[in-house]
T-cell receptor, first 112, second 113 residues
Framework: GQNIDQPTEMTATEGAIVQINCTYQ??????LFWYQQHAGEAPTFLSY????GLEEKGRFSSFLSRSKGYSYLLLKELQMKDSASYLCAVRDGGAAGNKLTFGGGTRVLVKP | DGGITQSPKYLFRKEGQNVTLSCEQN?????MYWYRQDPGQGLRLIYYSQIVNDFQKGDIAEGYSVSREKKESFPLTVTSAQKNPTAFYLC????????????FGEGSWLTVV
C-alpha cells in the first residue's frame, strides 16, 4: 500500500515562493504526480516525476528523490489565483495496476 | 471536444435508495477510476478498471458497485449499504504509457437528504 504525507495548510504572500513537501512510503513506485484543485472543482494536472531530479514548468517546479521517498512542489512568483489545494499522488506499478493514491492535499492561501 | 463527462453534477438521494453516477470518456483511454472526496480531504480510490469487463476494488469499495461493459463508460452505483455517501465523486481516466497522467471529469456532488 501507499502512505503519503503533506502539510495541511500553508500561507504565503503574493509574489513570494512557497515549497510544498510530500513524503511517501510505498510498496511499489511508478511515478509521482502533483495536481492543483480549486475549491469545488476537479483536480488539474501540474507535473509528473518518475526519475530523481527537478522538473521545471514555468512558475511551477517539482522535485523527486526516490531514495528518500520525498518530493516537493515549488511555486514561484505567487499570484492570488494560486490559492488552491495541491495534491501529491503516487502511482503503483506492476500487479497493482497503476493505481494512483493521493495524499490529503495542502491548502495554500496567497495573501496580498 | 475530447474529455470525461460526469452526470449528474448534483444529485440528492433519500436514505435507502441506490443511485448511479455516470462517467463517459471519448479519449480512448483503457483505464478508468472513481474517487471520493470529502470536504477538506484528499481523494480516496473507490474502484478502478484497467480494461473492459474487468475492475478492481480500491481502498473504500464497500457500499459501491461498478461495471465496465464498454470502454467509454464506467458508471458507479452508490448503494444503500454505503452509510455516509454525501461527498464529491470524481471519475478519471488514463491512457497507455507509464508517463500518461490521469485526467478528471468535473465531478458529481451527492447529498443524502
Amino acid at each position: 500500500g501507499q502512505n503519503i504525507d503533506q502539510p495541511t495548510e500553508m500561507t504565503a504572500t503574493e509574489g513570494a515562493i512557497v515549497q510544498i513537501n510530500c513524503t511517501y512510503q510505498t510498496s511499489g513506485f511508478n511515478g509521482l504526480f502533483w495536481y492543483q484543485q480549486h475549491a469545488g472543482e476537479a483536480p488539474t494536472f501540474l507535473s509528473y516525476n518518475v526519475l530523481d531530479g527537478l522538473e521545471e514548468k514555468g512558475r511551477f517546479s517539482s522535485f523527486l528523490s526516490r531514495s528518500k521517498g520525498y518530493s516537493y512542489l515549488l511555486l514561484k512568483e505567487l499570484q492570488m489565483k494560486d490559492s488552491a489545494s495541491y495534491l501529491c499522488a503516487v502511482r503503483d506499478g506492476g500487479a497493482a495496476g497503476n493505481k494512483l493514491t493521493f495524499g490529503g492535499g495542502t491548502r495554500v492561501l496567497v495573501k496580498p | 471536444d475530447g474529455g470525461i463527462t460526469q452526470s449528474p453534477k448534483y444529485l440528492f438521494r433519500k436514505e435507502g435508495q441506490n443511485v448511479t453516477l455516470s462517467c463517459e470518456q471519448n479519449l480512448n483511454h483503457d483505464a478508468m477510476y472513481w474517487y471520493r472526496q470529502d470536504p477538506g480531504q484528499g481523494l480516496r480510490l473507490i474502484y478502478y478498471s484497467q480494461i473492459v469487463n474487468d475492475f478492481q476494488k480500491g481502498d473504500i469499495a464497500e457500499g459501491y458497485s461498478v461495471s465496465r461493459e464498454k470502454k467509454e463508460s464506467f458508471p458507479l452505483t452508490v448503494t444503500s449499504a454505503q452509510k455516509n455517501p454525501t461527498a464529491f465523486y470524481l471519475c478519471a481516466s488514463r491512457g497507455q504509457g507509464s508517463g500518461n497522467t490521469i485526467y478528471f471529469g468535473e465531478g458529481s456532488w451527492l447529498t443524502v437528504v
